[in-house]
């Protein structure tokens, strides 16, 4: 990413499930947004980012309930 600090990791978007992937990519109308999406914190999720979230079954469901309330507007 070009705008990542040097010797900063990847973020690792391989650890996700394929449906979360698929529903931010639908979401947000391709990868590159999903992804910036995926990696920014988010004030819903007590401002982590949805992929520090996702990293239980738990955070799935919720990064998937927070996807699904943008999909109808619902931003709050």
């Given at each position: 990413m070009p705008?990542?600090?040097?010797?900063?990791?990847?973020?690792?978007?391989?650890?996700?499930?394929?449906?979360?992937m698929?529903?931010?990519v639908d979401t947000f109308?391709?990868?590159?947004?999903?992804?910036?999406w995926l990696t920014t914190p988010n004030p819903v999720l007590n401002n982590l980012q949805p992929l520090e979230i996702a990293a239980t079954s738990e955070g799935v469901a919720?990064?998937?309930?927070?996807?699904?309330?943008i999909d109808y507007g619902i931003f709050s």
């Open positions: 705008d990542q600090l040097i010797g900063e990791p990847e973020p690792d978007f391989d650890r996700l499930p394929r449906a979360l698929a529903h931010a109308g391709g990868p590159v947004k999903a992804r910036a919720r990064v998937e309930e927070v996807l699904t309330r």
